[in-house]
């Protein structure tokens, strides 16, 4: 998957994935787009979210 769009930009992926990166952005997300928030995330799922941020983070040069 593009890191970036033709104009530099980045890609709509890593643009959420940045914003809901901490407790107080995501639940200020949840809340613009009137979505209901959920205390936290299960463990298996904060664990899966983490790994693929590292999987990312380990292939960025």
Same mark, same amino acid.
């Given at each position: 998957?593009?890191?970036?769009? &033709?104009?530099? +930009? /980045?890609? #709509?992926?890593? =643009? @959420? ?9 995501? &639940?200020?997300? +949840? /809340?613009? #787009?009137?979505? =209901? @928030? ?24």
């Amino acid at each position: 998957m593009a890191k970036r769009d &033709r104009a530099g +930009h /980045k890609t #709509l992926a890593d =643009a @959420v994935r940045e914003l809901i990166g901490t407790e107080d952005n995501r &639940r200020h997300v +949840h /809340k613009l #787009l009137g979505l =209901a @928030v959920d205390p936290e995330l299960p463990p298996t799922l904060a664990s899966l979210l983490e790994a693929i941020t590292k999987a990312k983070d380990d292939k960025t040069p």
